[in-house]
Structures are given as structure tokens and as C-alpha cells.
């Protein structure tokens, strides 16, 4: 396996770690959107593009969208995570 392969967690234990999925402005770009992934302890752990997690998902509207988005996320949360 290449050292630059990025392994994700299971979606079970990725779902038992994240707290919260937030939709919030980019800092270093005030014109892009993310989804910034925080621990249930409040540490930030990692961040998708939001266009790109739109673009793949193409979420309906509503709570059955944030729940497509979020599912998304979940299997796509990176094992270096937990060396945060």
C-alpha cells in the first residue's frame, strides 16, 4: 500500500466519533463552503469541499439530504483522525 493511500474508518466507529457536521465558510477563502466534521468533544477533525460533497451526493431537499450528506461523510472519514 502506497504511504499516500488514505485508509477510512468503519462507518460504525467514524459514526461513534463525530458529533457534529457543520456547513461553515471557508476561512481561507471566504467564497468557498465546507463541511467541517467535529468530534462529540468538540475538536475539529477534518473538512470536505462543499461542492465537491454536493457535486457527488446530489442531496434532495430537506432533512433526507442532510442525512445523504452526512452518510457520505461517515464513509469517508480518514483514519489519521484518531491521531488527532
Do not use: N
Amino acid at each position: 500500500m502506497s504511504s499516500e493511500e488514505i485508509r477510512f474508518l468503519p462507518f460504525e466507529q467514524a459514526a461513534a466519533l463525530v458529533g457534529a457536521i457543520q456547513e461553515e465558510e471557508d476561512v481561507e477563502d471566504p467564497d468557498r463552503r465546507i463541511f467541517m466534521v467535529y468530534a462529540k468533544d468538540d475538536r475539529e477533525l477534518c473538512w470536505f469541499d462543499f461542492d465537491e460533497v454536493v457535486r457527488e451526493v446530489k442531496p434532495v431537499k430537506g432533512d433526507k439530504g442532510r442525512e445523504q450528506v452526512t452518510e457520505y461523510i461517515l464513509h469517508r472519514i480518514p483514519e489519521w483522525v484518531l491521531e488527532l
